[in-house]
């Protein structure tokens, strides 16, 4: 069971934490023993906190353990307490955490009384789908362990969570430095006729394993093996919900590629015929198909995830800088990367006094508002409601996380963003007094690019150069760029499909001027999907592109005009015919 303890600042968090673990007997031997007696030697009073601190230091040694949990049981099961000190451990937690928090203990203290936090850490927990919570009111000790002040802090956090629509497990009195109901009752607080910590969490339900919801796998890496002839591609990756077996037909998202799944290897065991939500697993698939990590795997006969370029979010804005609109931020959902634009504000929440406020055109930290983001690259994602893992996302703003949120819709599957750029670039752009078809008869020949595109070491460059040589001979007009596939280190295992993106863009612009100018453009890229043709073809706008495909075609939506098994000695006439037939190029027989 994964329990996230959140609060203000210096409520008592740790405390919780340590206590549970000494009052549980779960702490290594002798631990308690050593910490307090170095606190005797540094002549500082003990704190059950300084036990994660120890506990930190010896997991750090041990690579596969997060800092940020730790362990103990009851007789009831198993625990792993997630310590979120602050909102940003939270979200990380929450969105990318091996052990996602099923519950969680909200700590108050009850001199300070309820602040900022522990509304936002409430309204927090309430987003991001956590229906399970228990509210401490710590230090009790500190108030005289006066029913009156437990009673007036419930009356109050209660009605706060009533309206975000969490109704708590309960409210326990506590003191978590004196140990009372933690983990047993406490005679200082006779009055309260309720469960000790210890006792609520062991009634938290258990999440159910999700296996009886549709198949979400997301790809988080493709593995090859060479060795001994063995060609296979493993697809490793973690299944969020659902289940898979041998046979299934799957559909890869958003390239929709599909296939069939092969096997399902094991580590060190005899492969599996089957695996199910919360298994990290590795399958191979029965045909050579072309994906890219960050995908999502479904079953073609389930519903599949959404595809979308605009999603509507709601959002925890957690960054001093402010969000603001036309920034380039990167998103990161299920294990995918993606640049988003913030387009639209529909309202903003100050999460602590739940004030909504309308009209705004950047949201500030600690802000929570509902937005649209839009991106030039589909994403595969689910309405956090109804599949959270693949519906929750952190926004990364200069590689550190600046907020985080939850899907509430996705939009539109079209590229609006691209087209509404190519819409107010060609509204603001200077017409010549040439028009193409003036540069069309004076070359003698209708403007194109041509894209060469297919796997890596296809000979894609030899061809494109041949062809301007060949095209230049023959009195056309014509370029080729012959940078594509070198610029930054671009090639098709690129993970972070960030600076690729903003590679096409550039280069849909500059095919854009070149077609404008009345050139047959020529430029290779390698692996191009059906959505990154779709961005440079939108770009390239209203000018015309031809797809060259050489090897094994992968597309789903856009075929290609011209496919070739390899470049040879006939591509070449290949090419120009294709060129004369689409009528680009005419040649005059007098
Ligand atoms: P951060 O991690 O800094 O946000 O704080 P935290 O919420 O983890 O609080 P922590 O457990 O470190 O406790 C903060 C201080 O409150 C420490 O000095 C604790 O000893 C004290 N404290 C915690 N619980 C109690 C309690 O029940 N009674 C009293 N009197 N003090 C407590
Ligand atoms: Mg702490």
């Avoid at 309960?170 to 978590?176: E, G, Q, R, T």
């Amino acid at each position: 069971m994964n329990i996230v303890v959140i609060g203000h600042v210096d409520h008592g968090k740790s405390t919780v934490i340590g206590r549970l673990l000494a009052d549980t007997h779960s702490l290594p031997e002798g631990k308690l023993e050593s910490v307090k007696a170095q606190c005797v030697r540094h002549a500082r009073p003990f704190e059950y906190a300084f036990l994660l601190d120890a506990l930190k230091d010896e997991q750090a040694q041990g690579i596969t353990i997060d800092s940020a949990r730790c362990f103990f049981r009851s007789n009831k099961r198993e625990y792993i307490i997630i310590d979120a000190p602050g909102h940003i451990e939270f979200l990380k937690n929450m969105i990318s955490g091996a052990a996602r928090a099923e519950a969680g203990l909200l700590i108050i203290d009850a001199k300070e009384g309820i602040q900022e936090n522990s509304r936002r850490h409430g309204y927090m927990v309430s987003m991001l789908g956590i229906r399970q919570l228990a509210v401490c009111i710590n230090k009790m000790d500190l108030v005289d362990y006066d029913q009156e002040v437990y009673e007036r802090i419930k009356t109050e956090y209660g009605q706060f969570l009533s309206q975000i629509h969490i109704a708590p497990a309960a409210f326990i009195p506590i003191s978590a430095r004196g140990g009372d109901l933690i983990t047993g009752p406490s005679e200082r607080m006779g009055w309260y006729g309720g469960s000790s910590v210890l006792e609520i969490l062991d009634r938290f339900e258990k999440e159910p394993m999700r296996i009886d919801k549709a198949l979400r796998f997301p790809v988080q890496d493709i593995y090859k093996f060479t060795a001994n002839n063995d060609d296979r591609r493993i697809v490793s990756g973690r299944i969020e919900t659902g289940s898979v077996a041998v046979g299934d037909e799957v559909i890869f998202l958003p390239s929709r590629k599909r296939s069939r799944i092969a096997s399902i290897e094991g580590f060190n065991v005899p492969p599996p015929q089957s695996a199910h939500a919360g298994q990290s697993i590795g399958i191979t698939l029965e045909t050579q198909i072309y994906i890219k990590p960050g995908e999502i795997m479904c079953k073609v006969d389930q519903e599949p995830a959404t595809i979308t370029t605009q999603l509507k979010a709601n959002l925890f804005w957690l960054s001093s800088q402010p969000m603001v609109m036309n920034k380039q931020y990167k998103m990161k959902i299920a294990n995918a990367s993606v640049s988003v634009w913030l387009t639209e504000i529909f309202n903003v929440l100050d999460a602590s006094e739940l004030k909504t406020s309308q009209n705004r055109t950047q949201i500030e930290r600690h802000d929570v508002a509902e937005v649209t983001l839009e991106s030039l690259r589909p994403i595969a994602c689910d309405e956090a409601s109804i599949i959270a893992q693949t519906g929750r996302f952190v926004i990364i703003d200069n590689y550190e996380i600046a907020g985080g949120g939850v899907v509430l819709s996705a939009a539109s599957t079209s590229n609006s963003l691209a087209q509404d750029h190519v819409h107010k670039r060609e509204q603001a752009w200077t017409r010549s007094a040439l028009t193409p078809s003036t540069r069309a008869n004076r070359y003698n020949q209708r403007s194109v690019v041509v894209m060469i595109t297919g796997e890596a070491g296809m000979r894609k460059q030899q061809l494109g150069k041949a062809l301007e040589e060949y095209l230049f001979h023959c009195g056309r007009v014509v370029y080729y760029l012959g940078m594509s596939n070198t610029l930054a280190g671009i090639d098709s295992d690129m993970k972070d499909t960030l600076q690729r993106d903003e590679f096409l863009r550039r280069l849909g612009e500059i095919a854009h001027l070149f077609t404008d100018a009345g050139v047959i453009f020529i430029t290779t890229v390698t692996d191009l999907d059906d959505y990154e043709l779709e961005l440079i073809e939108t770009l390239n706008q209203p000018n015309e592109l031809l797809v060259i495909h050489v090897g094994e075609s992968r597309y789903v939506q856009r075929q290609p005009d011209l496919r070739i098994d390899y470049v040879d000695l006939e591509s070449l006439g290949r090419v120009h015919d294709l060129l004369q037939s689409k009528r680009y190029i005419v040649d005059y027989q007098i």
